[in-house]
């Protein structure tokens, strides 16, 4: 007599013999989700349930483990501005007392051995709340800043649950210097706790931890360590960011993410030891560098190497210091690669009109970026040969980076001291539009259309249309390649609805987001679109990168009396559609 109860992949067995005598025992599964399914990566772009999908992000260390922080709200204001990713610590060491710890904590100390069972639940909880709002969660294991500061490691604020003084399992011990480090990278570490396990036996079981309670989410993946490997000789410690990555691939489907290169700042130390290891999917780097010509150098060589490439943490984006952060985040666009700003309150999500300013920025860059097929878009041609040589003049002297696909797509970025000179760009045969867009606000400043067959000469925007710090962008497309966008894939920005969050591809549903069902109009069902509830209002801001609208509209199936509904088109404050009533 056997039987079978099954849920959150383990499925408990127990069986009785004919005496009665009965056994129980649980069998983890591990379930793969369809290839299309979820977070993936093509070469270095990643789509998300089989959709190419431009990630533009956070760096939002502590907001899922303070409880003081509403993540929902703060989640609602990602979706407001297009902001579909942010980065999250597992054990935020930063916050002492005033952050969830993932391990039991009691009278100012860890215990190493024992999870805390609230702790993990509220992360699930807020990983759930993203997937639901389709944002990306990168989850980062270890957080090593503090083992090498003396006055970070021993810290009575901080509370480090690896020093022996702050844990009850009498684990780990200061070296000489006063701090843990080069011997928190060290996999043979010999000291042991009072229950008798290594560092190296922590270590995996935070990973094990991590991977097994938060891999079954396809809208996450894992960043091995953060800043790695701060002040130690990355020469000396890079097998220890090897070995873990090779762990939690083994463990999991999800993308690895490895920091590749020294600690921080412009420089690509170490980078070799990580670019072609087939268990790394991302390599992220802290650049701290706001010349796109520069962070261009940089990962040239890396950037045929088919991997990802993030920098997901920026400097202070706060007043003055937004234009350069923003003109980073092209540099790595136009490098082939991703970029979140640095939030280090994450209350301010909430309240802070800085924040709303860096947000808009990024939803900018996404919405021009998904505008195109940036999939097919590149930095380099396969040889490695940088496409900005393609670009030979611009009004901002020698300051110039492109990403292209040639014959099809480009974007120019220009920055520096600004004039009206004209842009001068090599394209094959065909006829060309060009738009010209400020960074800053989204606002196309001038438009055209130019002849490819060799040197082409675009007209430059007027200077009072943008900042010389932030730049200037350029969008050319070969006017005889057309493609579909769909407005579930851009970025809003300003919705009401009338009851409950508008869904992308899906009907209205309920309060929450995620809780609809498949669009079905008359029968046929739709893979794309929206469902709102009214009175909605959804306003884009489409740059003018787009010719024609189209839409079938009505009352979805699932209503089977009683509704009505009119759908309005409006272009900048007139209406172009009205559909009249409509009834279920």
Same mark, same amino acid.
């Given at each position: 007599?056997?039987?079978?109860?099954?849920?959150?992949?383990?499925?408990?067995?127990?069986?009785?013999?004919?005496?009665?005598?009965?056994?129980?025992?649980?069998?983890?599964?591990?379930?793969?989700?369809?290839?299309?399914?979820?977070?993936?990566?093509?070469?270095?772009?990643?789509?998300?349930?089989?959709?190419?999908?431009?990630? =533009?992000?956070?760096?939002?260390?502590?907001?899922?483990?303070?409880?003081?922080?509403?993540?929902?709200?703060?989640?609602?204001?990602?979706?407001?501005?297009?902001?579909?990713?942010?980065?999250?610590?597992?054990?935020?060491?930063?916050?002492?007392?005033?952050?969830?710890?993932?391990?039991?904590?009691?009278?100012?100390?860890?215990?190493?051995?024992?999870?805390?069972?609230?702790?993990?639940?509220? &992360? %699930?909880?807020?990983?759930?709340?993203?997937?639901?709002?389709?944002?990306?969660?990168?989850?980062?294991?270890?957080?090593?800043?503090?083992?090498?500061?003396?006055?970070?490691?021993?810290?009575?604020?901080?509370?480090?649950?690896?020093?022996?003084?702050?844990?009850?399992?009498?684990?780990?011990? /200061?070296?000489?210097?006063?701090?843990?480090?080069?011997?928190?990278?060290?996999?043979?570490?010999?000291?042991?706790?009072?229950?008798?396990? %290594?560092?190296?036996?922590?270590?995996?079981?935070?990973?094990?931890?991590?991977?097994?309670?938060?891999?079954?989410?396809?809208?996450?993946?894992?960043?091995?360590?953060?800043?790695?490997?701060?002040?130690?000789?990355?020469?000396?410690?890079?097998?220890?960011?090897?070995?873990?990555?090779?762990?939690?691939?083994?463990?999991?489907?999800?993308?690895?993410?490895?920091?590749?290169?020294?600690?921080?700042?412009?420089?690509?130390?170490?980078?070799?030891?990580?670019?072609?290891?087939?268990?790394?999917?991302?390599?992220?780097?802290?650049?701290?560098?706001?010349?796109?010509? @520069?962070?261009?150098?940089?990962?040239?060589?890396?950037?045929?190497?088919?991997?990802?490439?993030?920098?997901?943490?920026?400097?202070?984006?706060?007043?003055?210091?937004?234009?350069?952060?923003?003109?980073?985040?092209?540099?790595?666009?136009?490098? *082939?690669?991703?970029?979140?700003?640095?939030?280090?309150?994450?209350?301010?999500?909430?309240?802070?009109?800085? !924040?709303?300013?860096?947000?808009?920025?990024?939803?900018?860059?996404?919405?021009?970026?998904?505008?195109?097929?940036? !999939?097919?878009?590149?930095?380099?041609?396969?040889?490695?040969?940088?496409?900005?040589?393609?670009?030979?003049?611009?009004?901002?002297?020698?300051?110039?980076?492109?990403?292209?696909?040639?014959?099809?797509?480009?974007?120019?970025?220009?920055?520096?001291?600004?004039?009206?000179?004209?842009?001068?760009?090599?394209?094959?045969?065909?006829?060309? @539009?060009?738009?010209?867009?400020?960074?800053? @606000?989204?606002?196309?400043?001038?438009?055209?259309? =130019?002849?490819?067959?060799? &040197? /082409?000469?675009?007209?430059?925007?007027?200077?009072?249309?943008?900042?010389? &710090?932030?730049?200037?962008?350029? =969008?050319?497309?070969?006017?005889?390649?057309?493609?579909?966008?769909?407005?579930?894939?851009?970025?809003?920005?300003?919705?009401?609805?009338? !009851?409950?969050? &508008?869904?992308?591809?899906?009907?209205?549903?309920?309060?929450?987001?995620?809780?609809?069902?498949?669009?079905?109009?008359?029968?046929?069902?739709?893979?794309? *679109?929206?469902?709102?509830?009214?009175?909605?209002?959804?306003?884009?801001?489409?740059?003018?990168?787009?010719?024609?609208?189209?839409?079938?509209?009505?009352?979805?199936?699932?209503?089977?009396?009683?509704?009505?509904?009119?759908?309005?088109?409006?272009?900048?404050?007139?209406?172009?559609?009205?559909?009249?009533?409509?009834?279920?």
């Amino acid at each position: 007599n056997i039987s079978l109860v099954s849920g959150a992949n383990i499925i408990t067995i127990t069986a009785k013999d004919a005496a009665g005598l009965s056994g129980t025992d649980t069998i983890t599964v591990n379930y793969n989700t369809s290839s299309a399914q979820g977070l993936q990566r093509v070469g270095r772009w990643f789509t998300y349930n089989g959709e190419y999908k431009y990630l =533009v992000g956070f760096d939002t260390q502590e907001l899922a483990v303070d409880s003081t922080i509403d993540y929902n709200q703060a989640l609602d204001k990602f979706v407001q501005y297009g902001i579909n990713k942010t980065r999250i610590w597992v054990y935020c060491y930063f916050g002492g007392e005033a952050f969830l710890s993932p391990w039991q904590y009691s009278n100012g100390k860890h215990n190493l051995d024992q999870w805390n069972t609230a702790y993990w639940q509220r &992360v %699930k909880d807020f990983i759930t709340a993203a997937k639901s709002r389709n944002i990306i969660i990168e989850v980062t294991i270890f957080a090593p800043n503090n083992t090498d500061e003396t006055s970070q490691w021993p810290s009575t604020t901080w509370r480090e649950a690896l020093n022996k003084n702050f844990n009850t399992n009498g684990a780990f011990s /200061a070296n000489a210097s006063g701090h843990f480090s080069p011997q928190y990278f060290d996999l043979n570490y010999s000291e042991v706790s009072s229950s008798g396990k %290594k560092l190296k036996d922590y270590q995996q079981a935070l990973v094990g931890k991590t991977v097994s309670e938060l891999g079954g989410f396809n809208n996450v993946y894992f960043e091995i360590a953060n800043e790695f490997p701060v002040h130690a000789n990355i020469d000396s410690v890079y097998p220890w960011q090897q070995y873990w990555a090779q762990q939690v691939d083994a463990l999991t489907s999800r993308l690895v993410s490895a920091h590749s290169h020294d600690y921080s700042g412009a420089n690509t130390t170490g980078i070799h030891y990580f670019w072609d290891k087939a268990y790394i999917d991302v390599m992220n780097f802290h650049f701290y560098e706001t010349n796109p010509q @520069t962070l261009s150098n940089l990962l040239h060589d890396a950037q045929t190497k088919g991997k990802a490439l993030s920098n997901n943490e920026s400097g202070d984006f706060y007043a003055a210091e937004l234009n350069p952060q923003t003109r980073f985040a092209w540099g790595m666009f136009l490098s *082939g690669g991703y970029f979140s700003l640095y939030e280090d309150d994450s209350s301010r999500i909430l309240t802070d009109s800085g !924040w709303i300013a860096g947000a808009k920025r990024l939803q900018i860059l996404r919405n021009i970026v998904e505008g195109l097929k940036f !999939w097919e878009m590149a930095p380099v041609d396969s040889s490695g040969n940088e496409y900005d040589s393609l670009v030979t003049q611009g009004p901002s002297g020698t300051n110039k980076q492109l990403i292209a696909n040639p014959g099809s797509e480009y974007v120019a970025y220009f920055w520096g001291s600004k004039t009206t000179t004209p842009a001068k760009i090599t394209l094959p045969s065909g006829s060309y @539009t060009y738009e010209w867009y400020d960074p800053q @606000t989204g606002n196309l400043l001038l438009s055209g259309s =130019v002849q490819g067959g060799g &040197v /082409a000469t675009i007209t430059a925007p007027a200077t009072t249309g943008w900042n010389d &710090v932030v730049g200037v962008a350029l =969008v050319i497309r070969n006017a005889s390649s057309s493609s579909t966008v769909y407005l579930s894939n851009l970025a809003w920005t300003s919705v009401i609805n009338g !009851w409950g969050p &508008v869904e992308k591809d899906e009907s209205n549903g309920e309060s929450l987001s995620g809780d609809g069902k498949t669009i079905t109009l008359n029968g046929t069902t739709y893979t794309k *679109g929206l469902g709102t509830h009214a009175y909605s209002e959804i306003v884009y801001n489409l740059n003018s990168q787009y010719a024609t609208f189209l839409s079938d509209i009505g009352v979805d199936d699932e209503i089977t009396s009683g509704g009505s509904v009119t759908f309005q088109v409006w272009l900048d404050g007139t209406k172009t559609y009205d559909s009249g009533l409509m009834t279920a």
